[in-house]
């Protein structure tokens, strides 16, 4: 895959589980080419959301559904946590 497809993966996600992989695979694509995951995906800060009320502090939040959100895991790693 290249950016361009990385991009489209992340933005046009189905659900929570397709967009954590999406965004994992273009974090592991964006340190083969030397880049930053934003420079490969563009608008993390407005990631699709899948249902649910927005969480009450959104800090490290990058997307949600009903019952889990999606967050890193201090390793840079995105990873889909109960809410």
């Given at each position: 895959m290249n950016a361009n497809e990385h991009?489209?993966?992340?933005?046009?996600?189905a659900n929570l589980r397709e967009l954590c992989d999406a965004l994992?695979?273009?974090?592991?694509?964006?340190?083969?080419?030397d880049r930053s995951v934003e420079d490969v995906v563009l608008g993390l800060t407005s990631?699709?959301?899948?249902?649910?009320?927005?969480p009450a502090d959104t800090?490290?939040?990058w997307s949600w559904n009903d019952t889990h959100v999606i967050t890193t895991d201090g390793r840079g790693?995105?990873?889909?946590?109960?809410r």
């Open positions: 991009k489209t993966a992340v933005h046009s996600a994992n695979e273009a974090i592991a694509y964006s340190d083969r080419i990631l699709t959301t899948f249902g649910g009320e927005e800090d490290e939040i790693d995105f990873i889909i946590i109960p």
